[in-house]
């Protein structure tokens, strides 16, 4: 949640983050009500003098019984009255901070403006392309014809946007995933935690997927709600409490499934396994100081291409524009993963700063080493990666004309020395 000072002292800053979005607001009835509260506020101040003023003359004992009694009475109609704007104040302010919950981050200044995926700054490129002497295959049709991938059984067991992986298929996607926590804990600095997959409201409003993107969740009759991500559970790890500078940052990886409605996106990637009801990731999330995130913020997206320069997959980041980053995001980069069956990058990560936005609703603050009042701290996620998406990546880029499939060095050894995958005869 953005900051409500700023809200009503700097709306033209709010707005035109907002309309950089594509997302314009029409900040008018913000403002009427801030025009309530102010007034509100002056007419309970008012009041409140009078009644301690009342209750000054009815103290020093001065007056006749009559005079006495008929004060004592005006000052309890006042109390009464002070009780009304106070609700009425109360009221107000709900009103404000629903409408807050609604408003995205405000975009950091190094933001491109756009309005769309097209206007995306290109910030560099990692490896060559692979080349073939023949049309390169969808990973779909590979993992099929190799045996492991079963699309038709994913939705015999579920429905559409639900894959099963077999045997070598189910094999590397857990070994992908091994290797990523491997390394993110082991050379990185993170520490692993394994979240629940199901969170309560609380969580979710901490992160900023409620109340806005609801319909993106699957949420159980007992109001839970499976996370789209381990941002939102591993955000909420120190939700309402206060973190020791000397602490910061606090860097946390976490393996999980994330469930996704994919609420607007049908017909989009209806083949293979990119786009799907279930999948798995390996998240990355920091707390840092606020004079610290952005140079956290490139480590952190630094963390996700070292997973890619060791797998030899090709990549490129973007620095994503205003219309096209995330809600609680301030600054936002993609790694967008080589493809060659589609000839062209696809994304496999974001590297999002919050900065404050998700610690003002989670209440994530830290202690100064000063001993100064505890300050909001800001927090970062990324994926690192999206291991779905990386082994499609891995099939696609190290794939054979004969329809096997190269093991990158650096997996072999989590696939137990295994060199390629061929087709079970």
Known sequence: MIDLKVLRENQKLVADSCQNRGNPLDLGPLAELDVQRRAVIATADVLKAKRNENSGLIGKGKLEPEAKQALILETREIGDKIKAQEAQLKEIEEQVYQTAMG????L????PIGLE???NVEVRKWGAVPSFDYTPVHHADLAEALGILDAQRGVKLAQSRFTLLM???AKLERALANFMLDLHTDQHGYLEV?????VNKETMTGTGQLPKFEEDLFKTTEGLYLIPTAEAPVTNIHRGEILPEADLPVSYCAFTPCFRSEAGSYGRDTK???RQHQFNKVEMVKFAHPDESFNE???LVGHAEKVLQLLELPYRVMALCSGDIGFSAAKCYDLEVWLPSEDKYREISSCSNCTDFQARRAQIRFKPADGGKPQLLHTLNGSGLAVGRTLVAVLENYQQADGSIN???VLQPYMGGLTKIVKDR
């Open 407 to 409: 093991i990158p060095k």
């Open 117 to 119: 995926e097209s206007d």
């Open 103 to 106: 408003i995205p981050n405000l």
């Open 194 to 198: 394994f979240p629940p997959l199901l």
């Open 297 to 299: 913020l490139e480590k």
């Open 272 to 274: 293979g396994y990119i």
């Open 108 to 111: 950091h200044s190094s933001t």
């Open 167 to 169: 045997g070598l298929g």
